[in-house]
Nanobody
Framework: QVQLVESGGGLVQAGGSLRLSCAAS????????MGWFRQAPGKEREFVAG????????RYADSVKGRFTISRDNAKNTVYLQMNSLKPEDTAVYYC???????????????WGRGIQVTVSS
């Protein structure tokens, strides 16, 4: 199995930027598609961004397209989420996810980090 630990969250003003990192250990990192999900207060967990094992294919939720960028560095066993032009509605706990295939429509699946808070003030 793979263990995931998120970092880089915090408080930022609207319009600002933040970069999340997810460090993986355990099963070979490069065998997993990696993604980011988020859950805001009172809402269900939702897909944010995903990347294939090779990094050659990415997907984004409509709400973050053009603002967020997912990337990975397999040599460092790390996946990143660069978040630009942040909005208050981006406020949520962000979870790192590892799964065997890029079935991002399935919200719950694979292995999960414990989550990290991102708060965007207006």
């Amino acid at each position: 199995q793979v263990q995931l630990v998120e970092s880089g969250g915090g408080l930022v003003q609207a319009g600002g930027s933040l970069r999340l990192s997810c460090a993986a250990s355990g099963r070979t990192f490069s065998r997993y598609a990696m993604g980011w999900f988020r859950q805001a207060p009172g809402k269900e967990r939702e897909f944010v961004a995903g990347i294939s094992w090779s990094g050659g294919s990415t997907r984004y939720a409509d709400s973050v397209k053009g603002r967020f960028t997912i990337s990975r560095d397999n040599a460092k066993n790390t996946v990143y989420l660069q978040m630009n032009s942040l909005k208050p509605e981006d406020t949520a706990v962000y979870y790192c996810n590892a799964r065997d295939i890029t079935n991002w429509g399935v919200v719950y699946g694979g292995s999960w980090g414990r989550g990290i808070q991102v708060t965007v003030s207006s």
